[in-house]
């Protein structure tokens, strides 16, 4: 298949934290142009997070997108010039407090390659301890809650956990061989 050609580009909106691109592209099809928009936005890191007794260090936090509290595995930004892992290892010290002595990387998803061209990293944590105190940016509020990995499939199914993102996290968990504890 041929690349589309974009013809016009250029940068609508800048949001911070992503930035709307409005574009012009040809189709190698028809030959004739089409009008799109894609939002450019950093890539994204999230952890299956494990202590050394089998439970889950997760985070419960306001999300204005759902206007609700949700339960969901520590996920941040990545920083210009950061390494994805080090992105993990920073905001889960962050969110947390936990650090963790052995890390592997779980693999990586496209959010939403219809509009977006970023990649959320995911990583596995296994053997977090406390180490610090939690140290929220100004527009966070967090709380750390422990959960037995033996719960996570139900809190899947009754839509407890219910984050795309986190959901594919924990499935590629559960393709690397589920190491420190089952959740199934």
Same mark, same amino acid.
């Given at each position: 298949?041929?690349?589309?050609?974009?013809?016009?580009?250029?940068?609508?909106?800048?949001?911070?934290?992503?930035?709307?691109?409005?574009?012009?592209?040809?189709?190698?099809?028809?030959?004739?142009?089409?009008?799109?928009?894609?939002?450019?936005?950093?890539?994204?890191?999230?952890?299956?997070?494990?202590?050394?007794?089998?439970?889950?260090?997760?985070?419960?936090?306001?999300?204005?997108?759902?206007?609700?509290?949700?339960?969901?595995?520590?996920?941040?930004?990545?920083? *210009?010039?950061?390494?994805?892992? #080090?992105?993990? $290892? /920073?905001?889960? +010290?962050? !969110?947390?407090?936990? @650090?963790?002595?052995?890390?592997?990387?779980?693999?990586?998803?496209?959010?939403?390659?219809?509009?977006?061209?970023?990649?959320?990293?995911?990583?596995? *944590?296994?053997?977090?301890?406390? #180490?610090?105190? $939690? /140290?929220?940016? +100004?527009? !966070?509020?967090?709380? @750390?809650?422990?959960?037995?990995?033996?719960?996570?499939?139900?809190?899947?199914?009754?839509?407890?956990?219910?984050?795309?993102?986190?959901?594919?996290?924990?499935?590629?968990?559960?393709? #690397?061989?589920?190491?420190?504890?089952?959740?199934?």
């Amino acid at each position: 298949m041929k690349a589309w050609e974009r013809v016009v580009d250029g940068v609508a909106e800048d949001y911070h934290i992503f930035k709307v691109r409005r574009h012009t592209a040809v189709s190698p099809r028809t030959g004739k142009p089409g009008r799109y928009v894609t939002i450019e936005a950093p890539d994204w890191v999230n952890v299956v997070a494990i202590n050394g007794d089998g439970a889950l260090i997760m985070v419960r936090q306001y999300r204005h997108g759902v206007d609700r509290y949700t339960l969901e595995i520590p996920a941040g930004m990545v920083e *210009a010039g950061e390494d994805p892992l #080090a992105a993990m $290892q /920073r905001e889960l +010290a962050e !969110e947390t407090g936990f @650090v963790a002595d052995r890390w592997s990387r779980l693999g990586s998803v496209h959010p939403n390659p219809a509009y977006q061209g970023n990649v959320c990293h995911h990583f596995l *944590a296994l053997g977090c301890v406390r #180490a610090g105190d $939690q /140290r929220l940016d +100004a527009g !966070e509020d967090i709380t @750390v809650e422990l959960v037995p990995l033996a719960d996570v499939a139900g809190l899947i199914q009754d839509g407890t956990l219910d984050h795309a993102l986190e959901i594919a996290a924990f499935f590629r968990y559960v393709l #690397a061989g589920q190491p420190g504890g089952a959740i199934v």
